[in-house]
């Protein structure tokens, strides 16, 4: 075999395992996108669905209020609602309703995160 046969056969080599190793890092990057997509989404959704049900919530009692069939069975329950978040907002229903929130957004996360792990393995022993 002559140098240049073999500088060309190990150029080719080399192409094709930069080629491979290309792919694999693209291949990578577009895995770690949409888990990082995947990931955001959960942790905002997760966030949110907090503050819509609560706030859901009290403008229904609000609101029933004007019945006059339910205003009975729904007279304390807003404030009973907004001591309620006022004990983990320390004196603030706000902020107790977002520390909740940011908890929920936390745990939702980490669900997220330990279902991608587990699509991972189970994906991997198949």
């Not at 959960?42 to 706030?55: D, K, L, N």
């Not at 902020?95 to 994906?123: E, K, M, P």
Request: aromatic residues 16%.
């Amino acid at each position: 075999m002559s140098d240049r046969q073999y500088y060309c056969r190990d150029r080719r080599v080399n192409v094709l395992l930069l080629s491979t190793l290309l792919f694999g890092a693209c291949l990578l990057m577009s895995i770690f996108t949409n888990f990082l997509r995947s990931l955001l989404l959960t942790t905002i959704f997760s966030f949110i669905a907090p503050i819509f049900f609560v706030g859901g919530t009290l403008v229904f009692l609000c609101l029933s209020l004007y019945v006059p069939v339910l205003q009975a069975l729904t007279e304390d329950l807003p404030t009973k609602i907004l001591y309620f978040l006022a004990t983990f907002g320390t004196g603030s229903p706000m902020n107790g309703l977002f520390v909740i929130s940011l908890t929920c957004g936390f745990v939702g996360g980490l669900f997220d995160i330990y279902a991608y792990y587990r699509y991972q393995i189970l994906r991997s022993d198949s």
